[in-house]
């Protein structure tokens, strides 16, 4: 297996910056928009951009939840190894706000419709956003597109897309790995 | 990876301290979803359970069938009350009967020991037993235990002892299973007739005095004195056991330590505990109740991820 680095720590760094600009020309003060990031790789991202934004962007009261899907899958007892599942850490409503749901990669998009239902949970939302580091077209099984994107990749099926945090893996990168 | 040892729960004694702890940690997610504002998950849309109570029940029973709606699983429900069984038809039959409308899980409470591990070696179906005769009630246990680790931290290393009428209770094995599974020191306590004799083939230490072993525990599990089960007099009435036996704030209050009161219900005020004993501060009685939803969503989760089509 040989894989190809596509983005470094620099590029990220830069990519992040030009997420949270474009969230806050749509989103303002954030008084009426929370982030919500998907467990367990969605959360290093939107730690990132919560951090980010309340540091370099002064943005107060920025509230952030973490969601897990593992429930709402529509994969449960279809795929070979079992799923455990993360904590969901969501301690506010989301009735009538902006929520900005956040991942690192959006592949086949079942994710993101397994957390548009987990969601119905927590209130109903004034709207619903989709920001991805990185976006997999050409892969789609559902009709979800991102509304911010980091990088478009055109990755084939068997391809796959690793994202590495220095939380996890001591390094921000993103790699293509071919089989 | 995050799988169950065993294909059905039909015991404590058949599990691992790993399945436990899995089943813990599922329950903690379980626990945060019954406490939200909509308090349900789809992850069972496509599964069916059949609640097969053979025996009376009232808070197992509701509290598998919350858990089991919780997850979505479509319920049917069962009691023998009503049943074919007072007609003659044998358990197989009154189970592949409802097996062939398609049931992928059983919950089966029954007055006959092994009921459960019988039942699974003849049908094809994942067995969850609620309680067989005076043997196992294993999702009563994990939920005790599950309380225990909840107000204490942990239960590998706590001292706890279960008072009361040991002979006759499902509750009192499943708990000592589990508790010495993961790493907790177990004692009984109650009236001589009401000990099984073999108990010390468990591990477990007997203590007659009231008192004394509640010096020693960090726990008090008080089970009711079961008098359906008694066919004899095992001790001479009521008032004499509530005078040896019976916790009451007196007691509680010259220990000079806190200790946590639990109780798997139903309580008979005024006999084996107190009315302030139950309400207490340091008495996790309906924490249990609530544990025993999110206990029950883990086992029947994880077994459902077993199942095939």
Redesign the interface.
């Known amino acids: 297996m040989s894989k190809k680095n596509l983005l470094n720590s620099k590029d990220i760094e830069i990519i992040l910056h030009r997420l949270a600009c474009q969230l806050i020309e749509n989103h303002n003060d954030f008084s009426n928009t929370v982030l919500i990031g998907l467990q367990p790789r969605g959360s290093y991202l939107a730690n990132r951009l919560a951090e980010l934004l309340k540091t370099s962007y002064h943005i107060k009261d920025l509230e952030l939840g973490l969601l897990d899907i593992t429930f709402y899958r529509d994969d449960f007892r279809r795929r070979d190894a079992p799923l455990e599942a993360a904590s969901t850490e969501i301690d506010f409503l989301i009735e009538d706000k902006n929520v900005v749901i956040i991942d690192d990669v959006l592949y086949s998009g079942r994710s993101v419709r397994a957390a548009l239902t987990a969601m119905q949970s927590y209130g109903r939302p004034e709207s619903i956003e989709l920001l991805v580091l990185i976006d997999r077209r050409f892969s789609r099984h559902l009709p979800i597109q991102p509304d911010y994107r980091g990088r478009q990749v055109d990755a084939i099926n068997e391809e796959k897309v690793l994202v590495t945090w220095t939380e996890t893996h001591k390094k921000d990168a993103v790699y293509i790995e071919f089989k | 990876?995050?799988?169950l040892s065993v294909e059905h729960l039909l015991g404590i004694k058949y599990l691992k301290e790993n399945d436990i702890d899995l089943i813990f940690?599922?329950a903690?997610?379980f626990k945060?979803?019954i406490n939200?504002?909509?308090k349900?998950?789809?992850?069972?849309r496509d599964i069916t359970i059949a609640n097969l109570f053979f025996e009376n029940s009232t808070r197992t029973k509701l509290s598998f069938e919350l858990a089991e709606k919780r997850?979505s699983a479509d319920v049917i429900n069962f009691s023998a009350g009503q049943s074919s069984v007072k007609k003659g038809e044998t358990l197989i039959d009154t189970v592949n009967n409802i097996l062939a409308m398609k049931v992928d899980i059983v919950v089966m409470r029954h007055a006959s020991v092994g009921a459960g591990v019988f039942l699974s070696r003849h049908v094809d179906a994942k067995i969850i037993n609620a309680g067989d005769g005076t043997h196992e009630h294993p999702t009563q246990a994990l939920l005790d235990s599950y309380s225990i680790r909840e107000k204490l931290g942990n239960v590998k290393g706590k001292k706890i002892v279960i008072v009361g009428d040991i002979l006759h209770s499902r509750v009192a094995l499943s708990n000592i299973f589990a508790l010495q599974l993961q790493g907790a020191q177990v004692k009984v306590c109650g009236p001589t007739t009401l000990i099984p004799k073999y108990i010390s083939s468990l591990g477990v230490e007997v203590e007659s005095n009231l008192k004394k072993a509640l010096e020693w525990c960090d726990v008090a599990n008080v089970l009711r004195v079961q008098h359906e089960r008694m066919d004899i007099k095992y001790f001479p009435s009521t008032r004499e056991y509530t005078q040896l036996f019976g916790i009451n704030q007196d007691i509680l209050n010259n220990l000079g330590k806190k200790i946590v009161i639990m109780h798997p219900g139903p309580i008979n005020r005024g006999v084996e505990i107190t009315s302030e004993v139950a309400d207490c501060n340091e008495s996790v009685i309906l924490n249990q109740v609530e544990n025993g939803v999110a206990v029950r969503m883990a086992v029947i989760?994880l077994l459902?991820?077993q199942?095939?089509?």
Do not use: F, G, N
């Open positions: 990876m995050a799988e940690r599922t903690d997610h945060e979803v939200r504002p909509i349900k998950v789809p992850s069972l997850l989760y459902a991820q199942v095939k089509r």
